[in-house]
């Protein structure tokens, strides 16, 4: 029976990408049939196919070509998307963008102009090229969601497809957890047996699924501190639990403390939220909050056996050995240690100005200690190897504003999709600070870029209420 289950939702991308292609067609159609096709406004189209996409990106290369798996719905979409903006920008050469959020963006689109010029002193050029292009189309994931977001309306929207997008990946895990089912994009395909006790679900590995859900947890969480609705409160809950039990399977420490700062930051928001009092929704989001965090300790504790974590997946939440690894310079501690060391090393080596776009590798690689295991799993350090000191600089000032800002539309915003976006934002983006630690590069990782995007597009709309209420 597993085996069937598994072969059916191992040609599950088949099925993913006909019901949204399906839906897509389908509202075009609803449109065409109300208004001629010369009174459809183009960027009306532009902005729905934006949104399709989205999903898309998160799934990446599990919808694509089978046996070509970088030919993806994604790129394909994104390519027809930037020659339909490129064609609406020649046709209409004035046009207003309202931006509020505009030293923000402009650190984006330096980092990329750097990343650029910074190709010259790369000493693997193919590889800074291939940074360089990823880098560009995140950014621009990033931008194109300030400009697609032009409304409340649409936040609703978007926030609706991402988590139906999120509960997937969800489903897709359990079902992993409780079949030998795998998708045919998981790195534990084919692998040795110890390791096939963990979930990837769209993913390639189960750090990249952990960090997926430690983004996305926040806006379950928060749903109770919104809503009286039992429904609501109730399929929320449900989902969190479930939620935890695929980041158990996962194994990934480091998404357990963005979880640790996300919990907080939560609790925070409701103490400073303008004109909030004690009210039932914000006792029962404690409550919630609080046994999340309970459930938690229990699972990778194997102290709740309702989760039936093997004991190899529960030595992997051992935080007792990060100690003795880091002393005798072995395991994930020791190597982590390394790779930091080893980094720095050639970052001063490079006067502080990066060793190139996407050549942290091709310099770890060549250094004693980081032969073997060269890959950073460290954003941060990512970010600062490759960029040089004035991007991590720029880096760390762009989220610490964007941490700002959210703060203040949680706190603030008025309207409530606006307040909830901003509190689960604000809460997965702090818990990010630890989360980045996990993925194995975050140049690709989709679900970062779509929160930044998401972010300031949630900012860039608070700031234009505000204008107007000044005004």
Avoid at 2 to 9: E, N, P, Q, R, T
Avoid at 73 to 79: G, H, I, P, V
Avoid at 149 to 172: D, P
Avoid at 269 to 281: C, E, L, P
Wanted: net charge positive; with cysteine; hydrophobic share 55%.
């Amino acid at each position: 029976m597993g085996a069937v289950i598994g072969f059916a939702l191992a040609q599950g991308w088949i099925l993913l990408v006909a019901i949204i292609i399906g839906v897509a067609i389908a509202f075009l159609g609803v449109l065409l049939v109300r208004s001629s096709l010369s009174k459809l406004p183009f960027h009306e189209i532009l902005r729905w196919g934006f949104l399709i996409m989205l999903p898309f990106a998160i799934v990446g290369s599990l919808a694509a070509w089978p046996t070509f798996r970088t030919l993806s719905a994604f790129r394909l979409l994104y390519l027809g998307l930037c020659f339909g903006t490129v064609t609406w920008l020649l046709l209409k050469p004035r046009f207003s963008l309202g931006l509020e959020v505009g030293g923000l963006l402009t650190f984006l689109a330096s980092w990329a102009v750097w990343t650029l010029g910074s190709l010259t002193w790369a000493a693997d050029k193919l590889a800074g090229v291939k940074y360089f292009i990823f880098l560009a189309m995140m950014v621009s994931l990033s931008i194109g969601m300030v400009l697609t977001v032009n409304g409340v309306r649409t936040v609703r929207i978007l926030v609706l497809i991402l988590l139906l997008t999120f509960l997937t990946a969800i489903g897709i895990g359990l079902v992993e957890i409780a079949t030998d089912f795998r998708l045919p994009t998981s790195g534990l395909v084919g692998r040795v047996e110890r390791v096939q006790w963990a979930a990837t679900s769209f993913f390639h590995n189960q750090n990249d699924f952990a960090t997926y859900i430690a983004l996305w947890l926040p806006f379950l969480l928060a749903v109770a501190l919104f809503t009286r609705r039992v429904p609501a409160v109730s399929a929320a809950v449900v989902c969190s639990l479930l939620s935890v039990v695929c980041l158990v399977y996962t194994g990934s420490r480091t998404n357990l403390l963005a979880l640790a700062l996300a919990i907080p930051s939560l609790l925070l928001v409701i103490a400073f939220r303008r004109g909030m009092s004690i009210k039932w929704q914000q006792v029962v989001g404690v409550i919630i909050l609080c046994g999340i965090a309970l459930v938690t300790y229990l699972g990778i504790s194997g102290s709740l056996r309702v989760l039936a974590l093997p004991e190899i997946g529960v030595q992997h939440w051992r935080f007792d050995t990060l100690s003795s690894e880091i002393a005798a310079g072995t395991g994930s501690g020791g190597n982590r240690i390394k790779l930091i060391a080893n980094g720095l090393t050639a970052l001063r080596n490079s006067y502080l100005l990066g060793v190139g776009p996407g050549n942290a590798e091709y310099h770890l690689q060549r250094m004693p200690g980081t032969e073997v295991a060269y890959n950073l799993h460290n954003w941060w350090m990512e970010v600062l190897l490759n960029g040089g000191i004035f991007v991590f600089a720029g880096y760390v000032l762009f989220y610490a504003a964007l941490l700002y800002a959210l703060f203040q539309v949680a706190v603030k915003a008025q309207d409530e999709i606006l307040s909830y976006a901003g509190v689960s934002l604000f809460a997965a983006l702090v818990g990010y600070i630890f989360g980045a630690l996990s993925p194995s590069s975050a140049i690709h990782f989709t679900p970062m870029w779509i929160h930044f995007g998401l972010g300031l597009a949630v900012i860039n709309l608070h700031r234009k209420r505000d204008t107007g209420a000044q005004a």
